[in-house]
T-cell receptor
Framework: DARVTQTPRHKVTEMGQEVTMRCQPI?????VFWYRQTMMQGLELLAY????????DSGMPKDRFSAEMPDATLATLKIQPSEPRDSAVYFC??????????FGPGTRLTVL | GNSVTQMEGPVTLSEEAFLTINCTYT??????LFWYVQYPGEGLQLLLK?????DKGSNKGFEATYRKETTSFHLEKGSVQVSDSAVYFC????????????FGAGTRLFVKA
């Protein structure tokens, strides 16, 4: 079965540290999404890419978050500097069209 | 703005019981509607979708009908199994070429043997 993979699965860090999350989308899917899930806010769309080009990152705090797709097999989400309020599960998802089809297992981030 | 509201969980059923998880939406225009499922320890995956009014999406025994008049997309299954235990998310996406899929809060389903 084709799957979206994400690393790391868990990350605990201290406030102010840089965090990088990685995602390998399903081969052939040309749309990649980053979501954040918290108990209070549910699933929030942070950014998405189409054919590796960023289309919208308005859901991200611009001053600390950045998302890139250096190639078709890798998407990254970076937080610098991290803050306790960034603690959440971050999901990458990919799809062949305009909506996500499969999500990765997520990265559970804890910022102390 | 667009939004999705689904019934609060958890929903607890015995095996072979009938399942309904309610979902209603608010949207401008004519959105596509989706149900996603998240099994324990995994990411969400698309379960079924419908792109226009009166369409019925179906997959793995689950089905949902796009009801424009009641702005609803309720998920149903005639006979649930223990393996259906998961969290189910209703979602919508505007059909205007955009990529913004909005999710409901999720409904946890427990199925007892």
């Amino acid at each position: 079965d084709a799957r979206v993979t994400q690393t790391p699965r868990h990350k605990v860090t201290e406030m102010g540290q840089e965090v990088t999350m990685r995602c390998q989308p399903i081969l052939g899917h040309n749309t990649v999404f980053w979501y954040r899930q918290t108990m209070m806010q549910g699933l929030e769309l942070l950014a998405y890419f189409r054919n590796r080009a960023p289309l919208d990152d308005s859901g991200m705090p611009k001053d600390r978050f950045s998302a890139e797709m250096p190639d078709a097999t890798l998407a990254t989400l970076k937080i610098q500097p991290s803050e306790p309020r960034d603690s959440a599960v971050y999901f990458c998802a990919s799809g062949p069209g305009t909506s996500p089809q499969f999500f990765g297992p997520g990265t559970r981030l804890t910022v102390l | 703005g667009n939004s999705v509201t689904q019934m609060e969980g958890p929903v607890t059923l015995s095996e072979e019981a009938f399942l309904t998880i309610n979902c209603t939406y608010t949207a401008t225009g004519y959105p596509s509607l989706f149900w996603y499922v998240q099994y324990p320890g995994e990411g969400l995956q698309l379960l079924l979708k419908a792109t226009k009014a009166d369409d019925k999406g179906s997959n793995k025994g689950f089905e949902a009908t796009y009801r424009k008049e009641t702005t609803s997309f309720h998920l149903e299954k005639g006979s649930v199994q223990v393996s259906d235990s998961a969290v189910y998310f209703c979602a919508l996406s505007e059909n205007t070429g955009g990529f913004k899929t909005i999710f409901g809060a999720g409904t946890r389903l427990f199925v007892k043997a």
